[in-house]
C-alpha cells in the first residue's frame, strides 16, 4: 500500500496529498477515504482528484471550520497504489499542517506564550532552531542575496517581511509567489527552510 508522506495547503479550500507512490485513481479518488482532524466540528472532504489522472499526487477540496492559520490534520486510508489497488492503507495515516494560504505578517506575529520569555518567535517555528509545522504563503520577492531570498507581502507594513534560505528553485525580484515550506528562528530571524513546492504566480 502508499503511504501518506505530506500534506498542505494551495488555497483556502484545497489540499495537496503526496504519497510515497503511483495511486490506484480509483480509490484514491473517493473522498469518503479522507477526512480531517475537525471534522466533528463541520468541517468536511468534498472532492478528491489525482493530479493528472494517475500518479501520487491528490488535490482535496474541503470545507473547513478553522480559520486560516489554524493548526489542522488530514488522514487517509484505504488508498491503493498503482501497482497493486488492493493493497490498501490501513490503519490510516495522517500529517499535520496550518490551514489555508497564510500571509507573511501571520507567520512573523510572536508567539503569546513566548514573549515572556522576551523570546519573539513564530508560533509556527519548531523548538530552538528546528522546523515547524507544514504551512503555505504568499509573498511578492523584494531581494536575493543567495541562498537567501526576501519575500513582502503585497500590502507592506510592520512584520511583513520574510526570508527563505535555499529554496528549491531561484526567486526573481518584483514576482509573486506560493511558497509552501517551514520556518524556523535562526540567529535570532524567522526565516523559512524545507520548501517543497514554489509556484510563480
Known amino acids: 500500500p502508499p503511504n501518506l ?18 495511486l490506484d485513481v480509483a480509490t484514491a479518488s473517493n473522498p ?16 478528491a482528484a489525482v493530479e493528472g489522472g494517475a500518479g501520487r499526487f491528490v ?21 491503493g497504489s498503482a501497482g497493486c489497488p488492493s493493497c490498501l492503507m490501513s ?8 490551514n489555508g494560504v ?19 518567535r513564530s508560533r509556527y517555528a519548531g523548538t530552538g532552531t528546528a522546523p515547524g509545522t507544514k504551512f503555505t504563503f504568499r509573498g511578492v520577492c523584494t531581494g536575493n ?5 526576501y519575500l513582502q507581502d503585497a ?12 529554496p528549491i528553485a531561484p526567486l526573481v525580484r518584483g514576482h509573486k509567489y506560493r511558497i509552501t515550506g517551514q520556518v524556523q528562528e535562526f540567529d535570532f530571524e524567522t526565516e523559512v527552510v ?3 513546492q514554489i509556484v510563480d504566480e
Open 155 to 166: 500590502n507592506s507594513g510592520l512584520r511583513s517581511g520574510i526570508s527563505v534560505f535555499a
Open 145 to 149: 542575496y543567495q541562498p537567501l531570498f
Open 5 to 22: 508522506v505530506d500534506a498542505y495547503p494551495i488555497e483556502d479550500n484545497i489540499l495537496r496529498l503526496e504519497f510515497d507512490r503511483n
Open 194 to 196: 524545507n520548501t517543497v
Open 59 to 79: 488535490q482535496l477540496t474541503i470545507t473547513s471550520v478553522r480559520a486560516d492559520g489554524d493548526i489542522e490534520n488530514v488522514s487517509g486510508q484505504n488508498i
Open 102 to 120: 497564510v500571509d507573511i505578517k501571520t507567520l512573523q506575529a510572536p508567539d503569546p506564550a513566548m514573549l515572556s520569555s522576551f523570546d519573539d
Open 32 to 47: 469518503a477515504n479522507y477526512s480531517l482532524a475537525s471534522r466533528n466540528d463541520g468541517s468536511t472532504v468534498d472532492a
Open 91 to 98: 490503519p490510516p495515516q495522517a500529517r499535520t499542517f496550518v
